[in-house]
């Protein structure tokens, strides 16, 4: 069964300083992992993705996310955060029926 | 740049009551979903539709639910009969063929509220 798990409900970080927001996997076969933004009153909107190639993706709005096959995570990180990066942050996985499942989400708080 | 266009953004309906939320996809999208979101919950896979009939379904998606593509441009999600443990944040996607994140698109979400 395919799932996904983000540990932390909440991170905080001051502006500027880098951001990390995590997640581990479990998948049975090649994982195709995804991060979406959710910002107030819109819909999920997507960053970036994990198919196959180089372990670090580089996406949307300066965020990047590495693949550890070893650690079976793929956190989410920017070098500098911004007030703006503020929103909820869904990790997923696909399976191959073309289904998502998500995490929980973590609520991004930058603080000027 | 296209989207997925869900209304209305809030709806409040009584327990009991039958509801449906309505969704636009993307024009030349083929496939189609239904997501959840119970406040403070992480987002489930309700549905997916294609070729005019249901794909796959997951357990949360019981005879209550149904869905519909009336007129070639819709896409709904009916409840027939409300509970209270309905009440979420309903989110509908549509899909084409390749695209960056596999041509996938969420609209903004229908807050669904029972009472």
């Known amino acids: 069964a395919q799932s996904v798990a983000q540990p932390e409900d909440q991170v905080n970080v001051a502006e500027g300083n880098p951001l990390t927001v995590k997640c581990t996997y479990s998948v049975s076969g090649n994982p195709y992992l995804f991060w979406y933004v959710q910002y107030p009153n819109r819909g999920l909107q997507f960053l970036l993705k994990y198919i196959t190639g180089d372990n670090l993706v580089k996406g949307s709005y300066g965020f990047e996310a590495e693949f550890n096959k070893s650690q079976t995570s793929f956190h989410l990180k920017k070098p500098t955060a911004l007030v703006s990066d503020s929103a909820l942050y869904f990790c997923a996985v696909r399976d191959a029926g073309n289904q998502f499942y998500f995490g929980t989400g973590t609520s991004l708080t930058v603080i000027p | 740049e296209p989207e997925v266009t869900q209304t209305p953004s809030h709806q409040v309906t009584q327990m009991g009551q039958e509801v449906i939320l309505r969704c636009v996809p993307i024009?030349?999208?083929?496939?189609f979903y239904w997501y959840r979101q119970i406040l403070g919950q992480k987002v489930e896979f309700l549905v997916s539709?294609?070729?005019?009939?249901?794909?796959?379904k997951s357990e949360i998606f019981d005879d209550q639910f149904s869905v519909e593509r009336p007129d070639g441009s819709n896409f709904t999600l009916k409840i027939r009969s409300t509970k209270l443990e309905d009440s979420a944040m309903y989110f509908c996607?549509?899909?084409?063929?390749?695209?960056?994140?596999?041509?996938?698109?969420f609209g903004s979400g229908t807050r669904l509220t029972v009472v």
């Open positions: 024009s030349n999208h083929l496939y």
């Open positions: 539709f294609y070729n005019n009939e249901i794909s796959e």
């Open positions: 996607a549509s899909r084409g063929r390749g695209g960056g994140n596999y041509g996938y698109t």
